[in-house]
C-alpha cells in the first residue's frame, strides 16, 4: 500500500526539481546571457574607442558591466535552494517590470545628449556599477530578482546597509539616464526606484520569516537604504 504514495512523492520531487532547473535556474542564466553577449561587444569597441583620459572612464564602466552580467548568469546557473519566498502575482509582476524598465529606459525616445552632464552621469553608472558589483560578489549563491531567502548575507557591503545591490542598481540607473533620457525614459526610472523600494519590503518580510532569530537584530543594527559606516558599527 505505501508503494504509490512513495512512487507519487518521489516523482513529485523530480518534478519540482526539473521545473526549478529549468524556470530558476537554465532560463534566466540563457536570458542574462544575451546581455553579456552584448556587454562583451560594447567593452570590445570601448578598448578599440579610447582616444581621451574620459574614454578610460567608459572603458571601467563597460567593464564593471560585463562584470555584473556576468555574476548574474553564473549567480543564476548555481543558485542555492531557497528557504521562503513570496510569490503572490503582484510581487512577481512588479519584480519583473521594475528590473525590466530600467534595462529598456535608455532606448525609449525623447531624449537627448546633454553635454553639461555626461561627466557626471558617467560617474554615478560606474560607482553603481561598482557598488553592485561588490553587492553580488558577497550574495553570491543567494541572488534572485523574486523576494526570496537562501542564506542571511551581513559582511562586506552588506554591512553597511541592507539592500547594497539594489542601492547600487538605482544609482547606475540614475547616472546611465541623467544626460540623456526625456520624459518616457525618466518616468522608467522612477518606476524602476519605485519597484525597488517595493522589493525591499517584500524581500525583508521573507528574511524575517525565514531568519526569526538572526534577521531582526541585522535590521536594528544595519540600515536599510544608505551605508552608514558608524552605525553598522554599533
Avoid at 9 to 37: C, E, H, M, T
Avoid at 99 to 115: C, K, N, V
Avoid at 224 to 231: D, G, S
Amino acid at each position: 500500500m505505501s508503494t504509490p504514495s512513495v512512487a507519487d512523492d518521489v516523482q513529485k520531487r523530480a518534478g519540482a526539481y526539473w521545473r526549478d532547473l529549468v524556470f530558476s535556474r537554465l532560463l534566466p542564466a540563457l536570458f542574462f546571457s544575451i546581455f553579456l553577449a552584448r556587454q562583451l561587444l560594447f567593452v570590445w569597441d570601448g578598448l578599440h574607442s579610447v582616444h581621451h583620459a574620459t574614454d578610460y572612464l567608459f572603458v571601467l564602466q563597460q567593464l564593471l558591466a560585463l562584470a555584473y552580467f556576468t555574476l548574474l548568469v553564473v549567480l543564476y546557473s548555481t543558485r542555492l535552494p531557497k528557504r521562503g519566498t513570496d510569490h503572490r502575482a503582484a510581487v512577481v509582476f512588479i519584480a519583473f517590470t521594475g528590473t525590466f524598465s530600467a534595462i529598456a529606459a535608455p532606448f525609449l525616445p525623447g531624449g537627448g545628449r546633454r553635454e553639461g552632464l555626461v561627466l557626471v552621469a558617467d560617474l554615478l553608472a560606474t560607482l553603481g556599477l561598482a557598488y553592485s558589483v561588490w553587492g553580488l560578489a558577497y550574495l553570491r549563491r543567494s541572488f534572485s530578482i523574486i523576494p526570496e531567502a537562501r542564506r542571511l548575507v551581513t559582511g562586506g557591503p552588506y554591512s553597511l546597509s541592507r539592500h547594497p545591490v539594489y542601492l547600487g542598481e538605482v544609482v547606475t540607473a540614475i547616472g546611465i539616464n541623467l544626460a540623456t533620457a526625456g520624459l518616457p525614459g525618466a518616468l522608467a526610472v522612477v518606476y524602476f526606484i519605485s519597484c525597488e523600494l517595493l522589493r525591499i519590503r517584500w524581500e525583508e518580510g521573507v528574511l524575517g520569516r525565514a531568519f526569526p532569530d538572526d534577521y531582526p537584530t541585522y535590521a536594528r543594527r544595519v540600515p536599510r537604504y544608505f551605508p552608514n559606516p558608524l552605525k553598522a558599527r554599533n
